[in-house]
């Protein structure tokens, strides 16, 4: 049986993360096969059903992979309850991802997960953000000159999820290898 993978995402860069995310769901995918995907907001599950889900197998397949995003609020004996299952979680072949836009979450859950496990994802710096957007442009078959892409980052938020959401509407508009102005 292999190894319960748990990982800890945290820091303001979104784009980033679900890139990461999704590197592991599909390597968890080769590893294992066929899983049970599950994405859950930690205000909308209660922590005692997740850790009873983690607990329990599924009949149709072999792992869980499960997202728990906004983790920073579990606290108190919430915490307790994923930190001791995370500590003892060796046994099954479950995937949780813990993400957070904040830094840090609880104390106990951070320790329970292994520190190569563990990464803050920070926003780009401003020196890399003009680059980011020509790259993307030219990687999906357009330029764009500098002067607009200026422009589409003073209008769009400081994350890569946002950057590639919005420069790809521009696709849509026109024909490969045009030049955005």
């Excluded at 930690?42 to 397949?61: D, M, W």
């Amino acid at each position: 049986m292999a190894e319960s993978e748990v990982y800890l995402f945290t820091g303001p860069e979104i784009g980033d993360k679900n890139e990461a995310v999704q590197t592991i769901r599909e390597s968890a995918q080769k590893k294992i096969g066929q899983l049970d995907f599950f994405s859950y907001h930690a205000s909308e599950i209660k922590i005692p059903e997740l850790v009873v889900q983690l607990q329990n197998k599924s009949l149709f397949t072999p792992a869980s992979f499960i997202i728990l995003r906004d983790a920073e609020l579990v606290k108190g004996k919430d915490a307790e309850l994923l930190a001791s299952w995370i500590k003892t979680a060796a046994s099954v072949s479950d995937t949780l991802i813990l993400i957070s836009d904040e830094n840090s979450i609880d104390k106990k859950i951070e320790g329970a997960v292994p520190s190569s496990h563990k990464k803050i994802f920070w926003e780009m710096f401003e020196n890399r953000k003009l680059p980011w957007v020509q790259s993307f442009f030219r990687k999906n078959g357009f330029s764009v000159t500098e002067e607009a892409a200026e422009q589409i980052l003073d209008m769009i938020e400081n994350n890569t999820e946002s950057l590639k959401s919005e420069c790809s509407r521009f696709f849509y508009c026109f024909e490969k290898g045009h030049t955005v102005t």
